[in-house]
């Protein structure tokens, strides 16, 4: 098969457009043809490799992807599975429970004992093929975009279990985005909309932020003109704070906790200016707040949220699609924010 790979990490002049043994499926896993990948940013932070990532190189980025099912080795017994066949059009779910640890048995399969992440530390979706356990797929209607279904994929269960389960978010309540063009920053404006929320989104770009206001932001704050934008946050809220707030950026964490009512939720699922950064500890106490992690979501919220796609509740925000061999250009757009929502891969 044809695939984007790299043999060592580092910038995109590492990644190959090149021939790739085709994977064959284990028992219980489907091989599927892909017409479609969505990027990722941790696809770039694997790429550049982190001490402590081992991974079997070569090793191909993606963690979403469409397509066609080809091939199924011993499917799982009937009503085990989806009921998914060979010739079913598919959309994967990048989350890798492994099916039998105390969390999975729960149900609660983000918190696997032996989790993995499809391109992560198995090789992804930047492919002509990839072989995943029949239980991560999701069935598509005939008529359902490829590109629409492998952009939905990560970002909406992400933004769901972190607004709906972790967050709790109510529709009377009023949430905060940082950050106005990421793929879960969008999904997350359409989500807290879908709930009926109040949704303000702080972003530096004036044309990003009227994206934002186009899918569904009530109240729109540029940074690039407010340095404390916090402040701005408060005056658009009454002087009242907001209930949640949705910080995926790290250093802005600060800011994020002075916008917050007395007992409201942080919750973050990544840090798009680094890991590392310093928080006041007299704001998480005083203010009796809760900051909220999370990565991915379960196997039965990842149903419920592409349930809400397949159905127009939720429309994925489409940014820009490469043929699988710009891999490399696609990859610097999404580094450098240049995006607004999505950015696929055309596999032909
Ligand atoms: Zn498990």
């Given at each position: 098969m044809k695939a984007v790979l790299f043999r060592a990490h580092g910038g995109p002049e590492v990644l190959e457009y090149t021939d790739f043994p085709t994977p064959e499926p284990k028992p219980g896993e489907a091989l599927i043809r892909l017409h479609a990948a969505a990027l990722n940013r941790m696809d770039v932070l694997v790429r550049n490799g982190w001490p402590g990532l081992k991974l079997e190189l070569p090793h191909i980025n993606g963690a979403d992807g469409a397509g066609e099912i080809v091939a199924i080795d011993s499917p799982l017994?009937?009503?085990?599975?989806?009921?998914?066949?060979?010739?079913?059009?598919?959309?994967?779910?990048?989350?890798?429970?492994?099916?039998?640890?105390?969390?999975?048995?729960?149900?609660?399969?983000?918190?696997?004992?032996?989790?993995?992440?499809?391109?992560?530390?198995?090789?992804?979706?930047?492919?002509?093929?990839?072989?995943?356990?029949?239980?991560?797929?999701?069935?598509?209607?005939?008529?359902?975009?490829?590109?629409?279904?492998?952009?939905?994929?990560?970002?909406?269960?992400?933004?769901?279990?972190?607004?709906?389960?972790?967050?709790?978010?109510?529709?009377?309540?009023?949430?905060?985005?940082?950050?106005?063009?990421?793929?879960?920053?969008?999904?997350?404006?359409?989500?807290?909309?879908?709930?009926?929320?109040?949704?303000?989104?702080?972003?530096?770009?004036?044309?990003?932020?009227?994206?934002?206001?186009?899918?569904?932001?009530?109240?729109?704050?540029?940074?690039?003109?407010?340095?404390?934008?916090?402040?701005?946050?408060?005056?658009?809220?009454n002087k009242r704070g907001v209930d949640v707030v949705v910080d995926n950026v790290g250093a802005t964490f600060m800011q994020s906790l002075r916008t917050l009512r007395k007992g409201g939720r942080l919750l973050t699922v990544g840090n798009s200016a680094g890991p590392k950064f310093e928080i006041d500890n007299r704001y998480i106490f005083a203010k009796h707040l809760s900051i909220l992690g999370s990565t991915m979501s379960t196997l039965g919220e990842f149903k419920e949220v592409m349930d809400l796609v397949i159905n127009g509740k939720l429309q994925p925000t489409m940014d820009k699609t490469y043929p699988l061999q710009d891999a490399a250009s696609a990859q610097e757009r999404l580094w450098k924010h240049e995006n607004f929502g999505k950015i696929t891969l055309d596999i032909l």
């Open positions: 017994p009937e009503g085990e599975g989806l009921g998914v066949r060979v010739g079913d059009r598919v959309v994967i779910n990048a989350n890798l429970g492994c099916g039998s640890c105390e969390f999975c048995l729960e149900g609660k399969d983000n918190l696997c004992a032996n989790w993995h992440l499809l391109g992560e530390t198995v090789r992804g979706t930047y492919a002509e093929y990839v072989a995943v356990p029949i239980k991560q797929l999701y069935k598509l209607p005939k008529d359902f975009d490829y590109h629409s279904a492998a952009a939905a994929a990560l970002v909406y269960q992400t933004a769901w279990h972190s607004l709906v389960r972790r967050g709790n978010l109510q529709r009377d309540e009023t949430v905060l985005i940082v950050g106005a063009g990421g793929g879960v920053n969008t999904a997350s404006v359409q989500i807290a909309k879908y709930i009926g929320a109040q949704v303000i989104v702080v972003g530096s770009e004036a044309k990003k932020l009227q994206m934002a206001k186009s899918i569904g932001a009530d109240i729109l704050i540029d940074r690039s003109k407010e340095a404390d934008w916090s402040k701005s946050v408060f005056l658009a809220t």
